[in-house]
């Protein structure tokens, strides 16, 4: 073929995807500035894509007829069943049949494990895994190190959706793993792996694929520095689920959260332990998360808080010091910087507290990081303690948001964590005067203490 095809360069957002003939500073159409880049691509010649699916005999794409949504039927394709509850119930029940996942975490944080892990335990399903990261051998290495045998996983490495798509129509499995969706091309486009217009055509392809033939589809995607998925934003939105893997890689803890679901609740969250074989759940967080002191430590204090529907209980750190140097530190670890200065000006301004002066360091134990505004009322505690050097008795325990006026505000589910808190063998939890209604207190042999004020707080612990 002596056709030389004219190469056609355009210019693409790296935020949110949209194009543009020529360079501009401010993306007109997410608003951000200096996104763009100049990417090459090449349109497909007519009829030049391989016609897999979705194509009848003349290559037109089959047309869908209108359906009355009464008429429509769910059971048909029931949910695949996962081994491990953690990702089960961050799923929302299993796997849905023909629904495109995307899974992201920053680098060696064990994305390719837990999918190596799920396509090795799903025995009696035929999964293909997909590597374009990392050759058989390594990924050989890794199923031995994770120690599970099975005859149904097929491995192939490749990083061309065109072979992709072959060899599925060979195999034909029921479940694919691309690893990662950034080393993937097409041949459609012509500019590189990991560009804005490769992974958005590639992840077309995929979902195109999924709906199609119902094969759930999982892809394993990178993260940028700034901790959002790298890629164009339009990926989040063609998928049906985003999960994020996350966690302080020196920690062996990593959290499994879903950040959007089409087919279930996005509070959910699982937590897995990293192991020399692998990752192992961890089904009863809060005996983990709490340190056993024989003598207590000033500065330290319990939260209940919750993370979807699961109660957990966490130990908060604090520490307060005279500021060496002029200007004050604020460090924190696990809970949000910007909520603790609001939390410090609280305690200056409705406790008599001069914090101002102090250096505070806030770290939150396992790497873990909490969402749950509840974990406040503990902050606020062990901030206190250790600023005043008193340690809080081990057997307390406390749940409540605080207002910027110094209020104890309520927290949802009060139940749930109270009877947690109970479960660990806690005599005390400290909850916000609101949350007493609706509270049977007398199904408890916990002590419940309600506070309605941040000062109210501090005479009842310290005297
Ligand atoms: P990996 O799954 O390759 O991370 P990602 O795909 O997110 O980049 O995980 C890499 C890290 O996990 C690596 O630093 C080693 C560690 N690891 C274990 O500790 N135990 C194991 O059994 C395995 C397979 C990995
Ligand atoms: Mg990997």
């Not at 009355?68 to 996962?82: D, H, M, W």
């Not at 975490?105 to 064990?110: D, T």
């Not at 008599?352 to 250096?359: M, N, S, V, Y």
Request: proline share 4%.
């Amino acid at each position: 073929m002596s056709v030389t095809a004219k190469v056609k360069k355009t210019f693409f957002c790296q935020s949110c995807g949209a194009q543009a003939a020529k360079w501009v500073g401010k993306c007109t159409s997410c608003g951000e500035w200096n996104t763009y880049v100049e990417e090459i691509i090449q349109k497909e010649t007519k009829n030049s894509r391989l016609q897999i699916f979705s194509s009848n005999k003349n290559g037109n794409v089959k047309a869908n007829a209108s359906i009355l949504l009464n008429e429509v039927g769910t059971a048909e394709y029931p949910r695949i069943a996962v081994p491990g509850k953690e990702l089960t119930r961050v799923l929302g029940g299993g796997i849905v049949p023909g629904s495109l996942v995307l899974f992201g975490g920053e680098p060696g944080i064990g994305k390719s494990t837990l999918m190596l892990q799920l396509a090795l335990r799903l025995k009696n399903l035929k999964v293909l895994y997909v590597s374009g990261e990392e050759s058989e051998q390594q990924i050989k290495m890794r199923a031995d190190r994770i120690g599970i045998t099975t005859n149904t996983c097929f491995i192939l490495q490749e990083t061309n959706t065109q072979n992709i798509f072959q060899q599925i129509a060979e195999i034909q499995p029921q479940l694919v793993v691309i690893d990662s969706i950034q080393t993937i091309h097409t041949s459609y486009i012509d500019s590189s792996p990991g560009s804005v217009s490769q992974v958005r055509e590639c992840a077309a392809e995929f979902l195109r694929f999924a709906k199609e033939t119902n094969t759930p589809v999982f892809m394993i995607g990178h993260i940028t520095k700034e901790g959002s998925l790298a890629g164009p934003k339009v990926l989040e939105h063609m998928v049906d689920t985003v999960l994020q893997f996350e966690g302080d890689r020196n920690h062996i803890y990593r959290l499994l959260r879903c950040t959007k679901n089409r087919f279930g609740s996005t509070n959910e969250m699982g937590i897995y332990e990293m192991n020399g074989d692998g990752l192992r759940e961890v089904l009863n967080p809060s005996e983990i998360l709490i340190t056993d002191r024989d003598i207590p430590t000033s500065g330290v204090a319990i939260a209940a808080t919750l993370e979807g529907n699961r109660p957990m209980l966490i130990e908060t750190q604090a520490l307060v010091s005279s500021a060496a140097y002029g200007t004050p530190q604020r460090s924190s670890t696990g809970f949000d910087l910007r909520r603790l200065s609001m939390l410090l000006a609280v305690l200056e301004k409705r406790c008599g507290f001069k914090l101002g002066i102090k250096d505070v360091f806030i770290n939150i134990a396992g790497g873990i990081r909490v969402e749950d505004p509840g974990i406040d009322l503990a902050l606020v505690c062990g901030v206190l303690s250790s600023s005043e050097d008193i340690p809080i008795p081990q057997t307390i325990c406390f749940s409540g948001e605080v207002g910027l006026t110094g209020e104890i505000r309520p927290v949802n589910k009060i139940e749930q964590r109270v009877s947690e808190a109970e479960k660990l063998g806690f005599k005390k939890i400290i909850i916000s005067s609101h949350n007493l209604k609706g509270l049977h207190k007398k199904t408890f042999s916990i002590e419940i203490v309600p506070v309605s004020k941040i000062d109210e707080v501090f005479s009842l612990i310290f005297g």
